[in-house]
């Protein structure tokens, strides 16, 4: 788009036109004094002085664009002025000097006095800069815009747009190119009552903008081959997915190798917010009691049972997913299993990551529920660990590490051995298990007669548990006032 370019008129009176060509008259009485060729007869220094002044600060000066003034000053509300003492003192002083001479040459009294002075301009540039500027004008600026390549989302795909030039002005070109031509002006005494200056483009920021089609639309090809690229994340029925949409600022093309490669901060970003949604260790855990109904809590630091998203492994998975150029349906990669190769995690559905399936210890009540798809298979009173003996029973969430049957039970301070038939650990030797040598359950069994640590179980309720639970299923330990 060719812009039109901005005119400067200049009005000046015609009397200072003439002065600055050469024409003004001084005189004092009957002497005839004529200054730069005009006649100022009758006129003192200062008058003279302050007439010079009065005719250049007269000018005015007008800003066009497309025709249309911008912008309109005088020469002040530019920043220029003349030195109306140093005139004053020119004509004094060449009057002096001529009229001294006149005792010895009555020709020259008939002739007068010629004087010539020079103007001298000067220059404020603050009032100047803060006068011509492009946020002045009326005119509307628009920016140019270069050629890009941008994301249709109508269409799925990559297109090039392209560059649209803009008429936003440079304030520093345009006032350089401003003070350059009155100075012109001034200096060349070529002031006049009209007169037009064409400003060129180069006073415009960006009055010509170009782009590189044929690259542009390489890069857009880079990219459509991404475009039908996707991640579905499942957690259980629900599921989170990664598209084109969500991508296409991550990606980056590099035009001297013609490759595409992924923004590391943003695919950072992305999985350290889908961790921060759907992982569920180490934080607070609330559930129902099953015997008061009312809400329980595990702090974080004791919730071991859950989803922890293996960042820096996903964030790899993540980028070969969508290089590919495929749709893929996966979990997201788990920091997964512990010492056994098992899980820490049985299943999820979103962020519920028990799901319906759990096993509940009520130390308070001595009571144990196992549901499983959110029906209770079975519940039953328990023993826990020996309160009185320092052996409670640890409270938190746990996954189930794994299952034995049958199994040795070894005392990792006293040495003791027992056999069990059904062995369940869920944290550090602690575990369900069926203790066969105990004739009753619950009460207050475990203040004084408990176990080290584990929950005993009748033998039929701990086959039971065995037989229907599966290793990663979560273990609920609490107590409750």
């Known amino acids: 788009m060719k812009k039109k370019g901005i005119a400067i008129t200049v009005s000046v009176a015609a009397a200072l036109a003439a002065v600055l060509a050469g024409v003004y008259v001084y005189g004092s009485g009957h002497l005839r004094v004529s200054v730069n060729g005009f006649d100022m007869t009758g ?135 401003v003070q350059k031509q009155i100075d012109s002006a001034i200096e060349g005494g070529n002031l006049e009552d009209s007169m037009k200056i064409d400003l060129p483009d180069s006073v415009y920021t960006d009055a010509d903008v170009t782009s590189d089609n044929e690259e542009l639309k390489k890069e857009a090809d880079a990219y459509n081959a991404y475009a039908g690229s996707s991640v579905t994340y499942t957690f259980g029925s629900a599921t989170e997915t990664v598209n084109v949409d969500t991508f296409q600022s991550w990606l980056t093309y590099d035009d001297s190798t013609g490759t595409v490669s992924l923004d590391d901060s943003q695919l950072d970003a992305y999985v350290v917010g889908l961790a921060s949604k759907y992982d569920t260790q180490y934080k607070a855990r609330t559930f129902t009691s099953s015997r008061t109904g009312q809400p329980v809590t595990i702090e974080a630091s004791r919730n071991e049972y859950g989803y922890t998203i293996d960042q820096s492994s996903e964030e790899a998975q993540l980028k070969s997913d969508i290089l590919s150029g495929t749709a893929v349906t996966r979990e997201p990669v788990y920091i997964s299993q512990n010492d056994y190769g098992n899980p820490y995690y049985l299943g999820r559905n979103g962020t519920d990551d028990l799901n319906g399936t759990y096993v509940e210890v009520d130390i308070t009540a001595q009571h144990v529920w196992f549901y499983k798809n959110g029906s209770l ?105």
């Open 377 to 481: 298979v079975i519940d039953s009173d328990c023993v826990t660990g020996n309160e009185s003996a320092g052996h409670g029973t640890t409270t938190g969430a746990f996954p189930l590490a794994f299952k034995k049957s049958p199994s040795t039970l070894t005392g990792s301070q006293n040495g003791y051995q027992v056999d069990v038939q059904y062995w369940m650990p869920f944290y550090e030797g602690e575990g369900l298990h069926d203790a066969w040598w105990r004739s009753s359950f619950g009460g207050t069994i475990h203040q004084t007669n408990g176990s080290h640590g584990c929950v005993n179980l009748p033998s039929s309720v701990a086959q039971t548990i065995y037989d229907n639970i599966d290793v990663g299923t979560a273990i609920l330990v609490y107590k409750e006032s």
């Open 43 to 177: 006129q003192s220094a200062a008058q003279i002085a302050e007439r010079f002044a009065d005719d250049f600060n007269a000018v005015s000066v007008e800003l066009d664009e497309d025709g249309k003034a911008q912008l309109t000053g005088t020469m002040p509300d530019y920043g220029y002025s003349v030195d109306q003492n140093d005139i004053e003192s020119q004509v004094s002083k060449q009057l002096s000097a001529q009229t001294g001479s006149f005792v010895k040459n009555v020709q020259a009294i008939a002739k007068g006095v010629t004087i010539n002075v020079s103007l001298s301009k000067e220059f404020d540039e603050n009032t100047f800069d803060s006068f011509v500027t492009g946020s002045s004008f009326s005119t509307e600026r628009v920016a140019a815009t270069p050629g890009s390549v941008q994301f249709d989302d109508s269409t799925g795909k990559f297109t090039v747009t392209e560059a649209t030039a803009g008429n936003t002005i440079d304030d520093e070109k345009l006032q350089k190119y």
